[in-house]
């Protein structure tokens, strides 16, 4: 019930194309959903969340689209870029403020 | 900009040894986690503290891990007797859990190979 499950596990997508990154979880507890970038040999770092009160968050090419029924929550990235090449990782967090995270998806952006 | 602070950057140690890392978090934060990630894998925590008290330690290899925040400021991560399977990035986060702020701020963290 503590699992967040992510997918795809890799990703290729054209430049300028849009990358989505799907996850799904279980704990009706949970209540903020980030995603998190990662560089080789760097620290994961903080890209977007969203909280279960709204469906959509914006920022820049970034997006998350939430579906509370449904217990999904998935990032978009528009107008991807090779810049945007990196592994992706959704996570989800209750009240004790724990980050369980998905397994991670490679992103590879052709130029 | 502020950053959680780690070193050694990497290290490297024969299996049985012991082995440390360090890390500093954002001036203010008061929760600080550790966590452990493998090659390929989401980070899994390990500890979270808030101050100088253990929160969850649920996760934590306590027969040969530990994890002190004796001044509730910065953290020392040790693992006594390295395995193995120990090999994996160690990361080190911090939060400053005043209100609803969940937001984990991760620090570059510390890879360690055992031989």
């Known amino acids: 019930q503590q699992q967040v499950k992510q997918s795809p596990q890799s990703l290729i997508v054209q430049k300028g194309g849009i990358s989505i990154i799907n996850c799904a979880y279980e704990n009706t507890a949970f209540d903020y959903f980030p995603w998190y970038q990662q560089f080789p040999g760097k620290g994961p770092a903080l890209l977007i969340a969203?909280?279960?009160?709204?469906s959509e968050k914006k920022e820049g090419r970034f997006t998350i689209s939430f579906n509370k029924s449904a217990k999904q929550f998935s990032l978009h990235i528009m107008d991807s870029q090779p810049g945007d090449s990196a592994t992706y990782f959704c996570a989800a967090s209750d009240s004790s403020y724990k980050l369980i995270f998905g397994s991670g998806t490679r992103l590879l952006v052709r130029p | 900009e502020a950053e959680v602070a780690q070193s050694p950057r990497y290290k490297i140690t024969e299996k049985s040894q012991a082995v440390a890392f360090w890390c500093d978090p954002i001036?203010?934060?008061?929760?600080l986690y550790w966590y452990r990630q493998i090659l390929g894998q989401g980070p899994e925590l390990l500890v979270q503290?808030?101050?100088?008290?253990?929160?969850?330690d649920s996760q934590l290899p306590k027969d040969r891990f530990s994890a002190e925040r004796l001044k509730g400021v910065d953290s020392t991560l040790k693992i006594q007797p390295a395995e193995l399977g120990d090999s994996a990035m160690y990361l080190c986060a911090s939060t400053l859990t005043s209100g609803s702020s969940y937001e984990q701020y991760f620090g570059p963290g510390t890879r360690l190979t055992v031989t």
């Open positions: 001036s203010g934060h008061a929760t």
């Open positions: 503290f808030q101050d100088e008290s253990v929160v969850d």
């Open positions: 969203i909280r279960p009160d709204v």
